[in-house]
């Protein structure tokens, strides 16, 4: 069976992005008992309509309920869980076994998936906790290709694989950077990514790093493109995507080339073919260095990012469509420096990349040279039929 391919999203505006460009199901978290609360855009009413909005492509929407609580921290938990189950949430994913058991016991209508934070590394442990209604385990970011393949050759749970984005350097969330250098707890929503940081080193008193590329803690992003046709057919139940703090362009980009990736692995092409494009695509979004994580090997010092700890902002993409009008023209709302006769891609779900040059542009009806002011409104005209929504980019930079 093909696997779900599962995409973060940060706000609501990101979980439509993420399901139109043929994301499966999304994460998110809400205001409270979420690993990401502090950052997260999504109240009960966002969270309603994302799964509205998720079943008219016959998607899903899972919601984190992964912090790892104290007693105090569990105050209004019943009633939460009672909400998420009214609005049609097709599971949660924990990191306490208690929320797990009172989850299927007050709201049985959503799954249960245990997540990475649980950190379960093997058969024995997945089928100790199915006794306390699992219905899917997040496999520890720390398993290698073969691990998994004994996991799931030993076991009938369905599994959940991260394959791209960021790591925790330390085991998978299990880390108390954040909550010594912060005092934010980062198993309680709180993560400053302490990571990170840019850090000076000292031997004795000396300092001994470079000025110039300071010390960063933290470990290269995720990229299993190379690993995909092996985890199909090990028969993993769900690819998931880290970042939901990430943009809606770096979603569209990350959702589209892993949707074709599978697509086309499921369809018998060419796996090499197949892999190459979708790197292709991968590299247009705004990525860290990556690396390969624990699927081949116990990472080591090529696995490290030294001294990066931000990623590459692109300037590529420029715009998304608004809307197309009877004239011709369609609105696009302006999101980096644009002048004319620039040479541009238009990224549809569904579609391969699109080109066009752009030979006019108006502000109310008078054309301009160059747009240059951030969520301004101006008129393009494309040569072909374009959805409010897609996005533009700069072509082949
Ligand atoms: S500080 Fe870094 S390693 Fe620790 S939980 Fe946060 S992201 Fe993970």
């Given at each position: 069976?093909k696997?779900?391919?599962?995409a973060?999203?940060?706000?609501?505006?990101?979980?439509?992005?993420?399901?139109?460009?043929?994301?499966?199901?999304?994460?998110?978290?809400?205001?409270r008992?979420?690993?990401?609360?502090?950052?997260?855009?999504?109240?009960?009413?966002?969270?309603?309509?994302?799964?509205?909005?998720?079943?008219?492509?016959?998607?899903?929407?899972?919601?984190?309920?992964?912090m790892?609580?104290?007693?105090?921290?569990?105050?209004?938990?019943?009633?939460?869980?009672?909400?998420?189950?009214?609005?049609?949430?097709?599971?949660?994913?924990?990191?306490?076994?208690?929320?797990?058991?009172?989850s299927?016991k007050?709201?049985?209508?959503?799954?249960?998936?245990?997540?990475?934070?649980l950190?379960?590394?093997?058969?024995?442990?997945?089928?100790?906790?199915?006794?306390?209604?699992?219905?899917?385990?997040?496999l520890?970011?720390?398993?290698?290709?073969?691990?998994?393949?004994?996991?799931?050759?030993?076991?009938?749970?369905?599994?959940?694989?991260?394959?791209?984005?960021?790591?925790?350097v330390?085991?998978?969330?299990?880390?108390?950077?954040?909550?010594?250098?912060?005092?934010?707890?980062?198993?309680?929503?709180?993560?400053?990514?302490?990571?990170?940081?840019k850090?000076?080193?000292?031997?004795?008193?000396?300092?001994?790093?470079d000025?110039?590329?300071?010390?960063?803690?933290?470990?290269?992003?995720?990229?299993?493109?190379?690993?995909?046709?092996?985890?199909?057919?090990?028969?993993?139940?769900?690819?998931?995507i880290?970042?939901?703090?990430?943009?809606?362009?770096?979603?569209?980009?990350?959702?589209?080339?892993?949707?074709?990736?599978?697509?086309?692995?499921?369809?018998g092409?060419d796996?090499?073919e197949?892999?190459?494009?979708?790197?292709?695509?991968?590299?247009?979004?705004?990525?860290?260095?990556?690396?390969?994580?624990?699927?081949?090997?116990?990472?080591?010092?090529?696995h490290?990012?030294?001294?990066?700890n931000?990623?590459?902002?692109?300037?590529?993409?420029?715009?998304?469509?608004?809307?197309?009008?009877?004239?011709?023209?369609?609105?696009?709302?302006?999101?980096?420096?644009?002048?004319?006769?620039?040479?541009?891609?238009?990224l549809s779900?569904?579609?391969?990349?699109?080109?066009?040059?752009?030979?006019?542009?108006?502000?109310k009806?008078?054309?301009i040279?160059?747009?240059?002011?951030?969520m301004?409104?101006?008129?393009?005209?494309?040569?072909?039929?374009?959805?409010s929504?897609?996005?533009?980019?700069?072509?082949?930079?």
């Amino acid at each position: 069976m093909k696997p779900e391919l599962l995409a973060p999203a940060g706000d609501l505006a990101r979980a439509k992005t993420a399901i139109r460009f043929g994301a499966d199901a999304v994460y998110l978290g809400g205001k409270r008992f979420s690993l990401r609360s502090r950052a997260s855009n999504f109240e009960l009413e966002d969270i309603a309509e994302a799964v509205r909005f998720a079943k008219e492509y016959d998607a899903k929407i899972y919601v984190t309920v992964n912090m790892v609580p104290h007693d105090e921290d569990l105050q209004g938990l019943e009633v939460y869980l009672l909400a998420l189950e009214k609005c049609g949430v097709a599971a949660i994913i924990v990191a306490s076994l208690h929320i797990a058991l009172l989850s299927k016991k007050i709201a049985p209508a959503m799954e249960v998936h245990l997540s990475t934070q649980l950190s379960l590394t093997n058969s024995a442990a997945i089928e100790t906790v199915r006794r306390f209604g699992v219905d899917r385990v997040v496999l520890a970011r720390e398993v290698s290709l073969a691990q998994i393949e004994t996991i799931s050759s030993a076991s009938s749970m369905p599994l959940e694989v991260f394959i791209h984005g960021g790591m925790c350097v330390n085991l998978s969330g299990r880390c108390t950077l954040s909550n010594e250098m912060t005092l934010r707890d980062a198993n309680r929503g709180g993560c400053a990514q302490s990571c990170r940081w840019k850090y000076k080193l000292y031997r004795d008193q000396t300092e001994i790093s470079d000025p110039n590329c300071l010390f960063s803690m933290s470990s290269k992003d995720l990229l299993a493109i190379e690993e995909i046709p092996t985890l199909m057919k090990q028969g993993i139940s769900s690819f998931k995507i880290e970042g939901r703090m990430k943009s809606a362009y770096y979603i569209t980009v990350v959702v589209d080339a892993y949707r074709k990736l599978i697509d086309a692995i499921d369809q018998g092409e060419d796996e090499k073919e197949a892999i190459e494009k979708a790197r292709k695509m991968l590299m247009k979004a705004e990525n860290r260095p990556t690396s390969d994580g624990f699927f081949r090997t116990i990472p080591g010092a090529t696995h490290h990012l030294y001294g990066v700890n931000g990623e590459g902002i692109t300037q590529d993409f420029v715009a998304n469509v608004i809307e197309t009008h009877p004239n011709g023209r369609t609105s696009i709302l302006i999101r980096n420096n644009l002048p004319v006769h620039t040479e541009l891609d238009v990224l549809s779900p569904g579609n391969d990349v699109r080109s066009f040059t752009l030979e006019a542009m108006y502000r109310k009806g008078e054309a301009i040279e160059v747009a240059n002011l951030p969520m301004e409104v101006l008129d393009i005209e494309i040569p072909f039929r374009v959805e409010s929504g897609d996005f533009i980019r700069k072509k082949g930079s």
